[in-house]
């Protein structure tokens, strides 16, 4: 049984840092690229970040980009967020998932395992 579970998020304020963490259970993880999404209340989920299954490629979202970094260590079946110089606009429930594309993706529909979310609380 695959299990993506998060960690880390919480409440920070702004100009803050977190470091999300996702451990891997239940499948071959560098066989994986991986993702993180946010889903903030009333809105669609949104990418924010992938990384390749070797971690030698990293995609960003705009709005994150210079601010996140995305990392991965497959000796220990985890992915990495880190969030530095949060945002207001950066308040949402943070979703880590896998997919079996090799260099990761933008899209949700293309993830075959998703977490349960971790929420991430920007305050101003």
């Known amino acids: 049984q695959v299990q993506l579970v998060e960690s880390g998020g919480g409440l920070v304020q702004a100009g803050g840092s977190l470091r999300l963490s996702c451990a891997a259970s239940?499948?071959?993880?560098?066989?994986?690229?991986l993702g993180w999404f946010r889903q903030a209340p009333g809105k669609e989920r949104e990418f924010v970040s992938t990384?390749?299954?070797?971690?030698?490629?990293?995609s960003y979202a705009d709005s994150v980009k210079g601010r996140f970094t995305i990392s991965r260590d497959n000796a220990k079946n985890t992915v990495y967020l880190q969030m530095i110089s949060l945002k207001p606009e950066d308040t949402a429930v943070y979703f880590c998932?896998?997919?079996?594309?090799?260099?990761?993706?933008?899209?949700?529909?293309?993830?075959?395992?998703w977490g349960q979310g971790t929420q991430v609380t920007v305050s101003s």
């Open positions: 990384i390749s299954r070797r971690g030698f490629s990293t």
């Open positions: 239940g499948l071959t993880f560098s066989n994986y690229a």
């Open positions: 998932a896998a997919t079996v594309y090799m260099g990761g993706s933008y899209f949700s529909n293309e993830y075959n395992h």
